[in-house]
């Protein structure tokens, strides 16, 4: 089910399946339109949790403002999540929304069941930022096919065919104007995410994963977070995927939901 939640502040699009008792919310990442859309695939994904979990997914608030940080959307996740009644929840985060629910462990800590953090990092690194201005370029020149591409190459491995890729592609030459000021506020807000010094604060049992084929934010970096949490948190483990995969390594390694599913099994 897809549907919109309203807070004192702003709207935002939502999905929810599942019939579990425990609550789950996936952050996604950066992305060129809403995810919600694409519920029903992504609920495809997420099936071993149905019986469990109920899984919220999240798009981010609409109409992002002028210097949005990764704060403010940490605030705003949270705000959303409490507006759907939830008081606590296992937290699922890729590539930004990793980013997100990193802030979320350290400045709502009582929200925060478990973390899983997924092909992210504690701040944009120096490989990260040859991405981000890469697409915010093309996206400033109002370059979707360019962008969508660019995005393409940047997330998903060369070693594993992108399934209609062209086709896909081809599905962003309509963006509006309205399409390309969210995406670029996304990206504008994100660039002075640092949360180093504050991932130790982070007490709930966490997950990193990450792959040796991340071309956006690298393995070492899921390494970093990892370490980082540890010095405050045992209760925290880390994998790391072989090259093979790329940075949307949660869409193509086939055993990535289980490997999840099993560690917040345990929490």
């Not at 093309?138 to 594993?160: P, Q, V």
């Not at 209760?235 to 869409?251: K, R």
Request: aromatic content about 14%.
């Amino acid at each position: 089910m897809v549907d919109t939640i309203k807070t004192k502040s702003f709207t935002a699009n939502y999905a929810v399946f599942g019939e579990g008792k425990k609550n789950f919310v996936i952050v996604p990442g950066l992305s060129l339109r809403p995810v919600t859309p694409l519920a029903g695939l992504i609920e495809e994904r997420y099936n071993i949790f149905k019986k469990e979990y109920t899984v919220y997914l999240l798009d981010r608030r609409l109409n992002a403002p002028d210097n949005y940080t990764s704060l403010d959307m940490a605030r705003d996740t949270a705000w959303t999540v409490k507006a759907l009644g939830i008081d606590n929840a296992y937290f699922f985060g890729s590539s930004q929304g990793g980013g997100i629910i990193q802030e979320i462990g350290i400045n709502y800590p009582d929200m925060v069941n478990a973390l899983v953090i997924a092909s992210s990092a504690a701040y944009i690194n120096d490989m990260s930022r040859v991405a981000f201005d890469e697409w915010v370029d093309l996206a400033e020149k109002r370059d979707a096919i360019g962008l969508a591409n660019s995005m393409t190459d940047y997330c998903y491995s060369k070693k594993l065919t992108f399934p209609n890729r062209e086709s896909y592609i081809k599905s962003y030459g309509n963006m509006t104007e309205e399409e390309f000021k969210q995406f670029l506020n996304l990206c504008y807000g994100f660039v002075s995410f640092d949360v180093r010094d504050r991932l130790k604060e982070i007490k709930a049992p966490t997950f990193v994963i990450g792959t040796e084929g991340d071309l956006v934010f690298g393995a070492d970096a899921s390494r970093e977070i990892y370490n980082k949490i540890r010095e405050g948190n045992s209760d925290c483990e880390l994998f790391i995927y072989d090259d093979t995969y790329g940075h949307c390594v949660y869409d193509e390694a086939p055993d990535y939901m289980e490997r999840v599913y099993e560690f917040l099994g345990k929490c």
